[in-house]
C-alpha cells in the first residue's frame, strides 16, 4: 500500500483537530478582545478617552479572528497528528510507525495496512471534541462584566432606583446645556469657526454622550456645565472684541474712503461745509444762552435759517433755485455790512460790543455759505454722481451697519450680528469697495487708496477672527 493511502487516511482527523484548535484558541483571542473591550469602555466611563460601541465590538471580533487565524495557519505536522491520534486511540504507535516507514520493507505493507484497519474504526470527533475549557469560562464572565458596564444605568434593578435617578437628571443637565449652547454648536461645523468654538462642540457633544449613556452624575454633569458656560461667556467676550477690532478698523477704511473720494473734487466745498457745521453747532449753544436780546436772537436765528438752506442746497437745488439763494446770502452780507460800518442795527440803535461781535461772525459765515454754493458745477456733479452710486451707497449702507454695532458694544449691549454675518458684511463691503476703485480708477489717487483699503479689509478678515 502507498503512503498516500494513509495520508488520505489522516486527513480527516487533521481537519477535526483544526477545529477543535480553532474553538480553544477563538476562545483565546475572544477573551483577549473582550478584556480589551472591558478596559476600553471602563477608561470610557471614566472619560479618559472616547469609546463607541462599533470600537468594543471591533476588538471583540478581531480577537475572535486572530485566534482563529493562529488555530488555522499554525503548522499541523503529519507525525505530530500521528503521535496525538496513538496516544488518544491507544494504538500503541501504530499510525506513528507507519508514518515513518519511508524505505522499502516486507513489514511496511502489513504495518500500513494495520494502521488503516484501526483508523477506519476511528471518528474523528471521538478523538477531538470541542471541550469547554477555562478561556471559555473566562469569556462568558469578561462577557458578562462587559454588557453590566455599558448597560449598568439601563438595568431595572431595585438597587439602582437612586444611581438612575440621578443620572436622569443629569440627562437634563447635559440637555439644558447643549440648548443653550446650540448655537455654538451649529456655528462649530462653518469653516469660519474658531479652535474655541470647535473645543466648546466638542466638550458639549462629549457631556450629552457620557450623560445619556447614564455615564455621568448630576454633581460631574453641573462641574461640567459650569466650564462650558464659562467658555462660552468667554467666546461671546472675544466675538464682542473681534467685533469692536474689526467694526472699528472697518468703519475708519470707509470713512476715509468716503472722505477722499468727496476731496478728489470738493475739497474746498468740503472745508466750507466744515465751517459750517460749526457755524450752526454754535448758533445753537448761543440760542441756548438765555442773556441774549430780542435783536440778537433775531439775528441768530435768521441767519440759521439761511445756513440751513445754504447746507441743503449742496448738491440738491438746481441752478435758478441755487441763484435766487445766493442773491439772499449776499443780501443779508450786506445789511451785515452796512451794520458794522454804521455801528447801527436796523432799527437804528447803536450796536453794543457783543452785538458787533455776533454780526462780524455772521458776516463771516454767511461769506463761508457762498463760497461753498460758488465751487464749480463739475465739483457738484461728481458728488451728486459719487452719492447716488449704488457702490457707494451700499458701502455706507455697512458703514452705518457698523456703526450700530459697535455703539451697541461701547453701551454694553449684545451686537445683534454674529461674528459670520459680520464676516459676510465685510466681504460685501470689499466688492464695493472693488466696485469703486473700478469705476473711478481713472485718478491715480483714489486707485491707489481703494487698494489700500482692499488690502487693509482683507487683513481684518484674514486675522480678526
Given at each position: ?5 494513509l ?24 477573551t ?26 471591533a ?22 497528528l ?18 515513518f ?8 505493507n502489513?504495518?500500513?495496512?494495520d494502521?488503516?484497519?484501526?483508523l ?55 440637555r439644558?446645556?447643549?440648548?443653550v ?6 456655528h ?13 462642540a ?36 472675544q466675538?464682542q ?10 468703519i475708519?477704511a ?35 444762552s ?22 441743503e442746497?449742496?448738491?440738491?437745488l ?12 449776499t443780501?443779508?452780507?450786506a ?36 463760497r ?12 451728486r ?28 449691549q ?7 454675518e459680520?464676516?459676510r ?41
Amino acid at each position: 500500500m502507498k503512503p498516500d493511502a494513509l495520508t488520505q487516511a489522516l486527513r480527516p482527523f487533521r481537519q477535526r483537530a483544526r477545529l477543535v484548535l480553532a474553538w480553544r484558541y477563538g476562545a483565546i483571542g475572544t477573551t483577549v478582545g473582550i478584556a480589551l473591550s472591558l478596559v476600553a469602555d471602563l477608561g470610557d466611563w471614566w472619560g479618559t478617552w472616547r469609546v463607541e460601541p462599533w470600537m468594543l465590538v471591533a476588538l471583540i471580533v478581531a480577537g475572535f479572528a486572530v485566534g482563529v487565524a493562529y488555530a488555522l495557519l499554525r503548522p499541523l505536522p503529519m507525525d505530530a497528528l500521528a503521535q496525538l491520534i496513538d496516544r488518544r486511540a491507544e494504538l500503541k504507535d501504530r499510525v506513528t510507525t507507519a508514518i515513518f516507514l519511508n524505505e522499502p520493507s516486507p513489514f511496511a505493507n502489513p504495518l500500513r495496512d494495520d494502521a488503516l484497519q484501526h483508523l477506519a474504526n476511528l471518528r474523528p470527533a471521538q478523538l477531538f471534541r470541542f471541550r469547554w475549557t477555562a478561556w471559555h469560562g473566562a469569556l462568558v464572565g469578561l462577557l458578562v462584566a462587559l454588557l453590566l458596564s455599558r448597560y449598568l444605568p439601563q438595568l431595572p434593578l431595585p438597587f439602582l432606583t437612586q444611581f438612575r435617578q440621578d443620572r436622569k437628571e443629569a440627562q437634563q443637565v447635559a440637555r439644558d446645556v447643549r440648548r443653550v449652547l446650540k448655537p455654538v454648536l451649529e456655528h462649530a461645523r462653518e469653516p469660519e469657526a474658531s479652535r474655541l468654538e470647535k473645543a466648546i462642540a466638542k466638550q458639549l457633544q462629549e457631556l450629552y454622550r457620557r450623560a445619556q449613556q447614564g455615564r455621568l452624575s448630576k454633581k460631574e454633569a453641573l462641574i461640567q456645565a459650569e466650564k462650558l458656560l464659562a467658555q462660552a461667556q468667554k467666546l461671546q467676550q472675544q466675538s464682542q472684541q473681534h467685533l469692536r477690532r474689526v467694526s472699528t478698523k472697518a468703519i475708519t477704511a470707509a470713512e476715509t474712503l468716503q472722505q477722499r473720494l468727496r476731496q478728489r473734487a470738493l475739497a474746498s466745498q468740503m472745508k466750507e461745509m466744515q465751517a459750517l457745521l460749526q457755524r450752526m453747532k454754535e448758533i445753537e449753544r448761543q440760542l441756548q444762552s438765555p442773556d441774549l436780546s430780542p435783536s440778537q436772537r433775531q439775528m441768530l436765528e435768521a441767519e440759521k435759517r439761511l445756513l440751513q438752506q445754504a447746507m441743503e442746497a449742496m448738491g440738491q437745488l438746481n441752478s435758478k433755485q441755487m441763484k435766487q439763494l445766493m442773491e439772499a446770502l449776499t443780501m443779508q452780507m450786506a445789511q451785515m455790512q452796512q451794520m458794522l460800518q454804521s455801528g447801527r442795527d436796523a432799527q437804528g440803535r447803536p450796536l453794543t460790543d457783543a452785538e458787533r461781535r455776533l454780526a462780524q461772525q455772521q458776516l463771516q459765515s454767511l461769506q463761508q455759505a457762498l463760497r461753498a454754493l460758488q465751487l464749480s458745477q463739475q465739483a457738484q456733479e461728481f458728488l451728486r454722481k459719487l452719492t447716488n452710486d449704488p457702490n457707494f451707497q451700499e458701502a455706507m449702507r455697512r458703514l452705518a451697519e457698523l456703526q450700530k454695532q459697535l455703539q451697541q458694544l461701547q453701551q454694553g449691549q449684545t451686537p445683534q450680528l454674529s461674528p459670520e454675518e459680520l464676516e459676510r458684511m465685510l466681504r460685501e463691503l470689499e466688492k464695493a469697495l472693488e466696485e469703486l476703485a473700478k469705476q473711478y480708477g481713472d485718478d491715480e489717487k483714489i486707485r491707489e487708496l481703494a487698494r489700500q483699503l482692499l488690502e487693509a479689509v482683507k487683513q481684518m478678515k484674514a486675522g480678526g477672527t
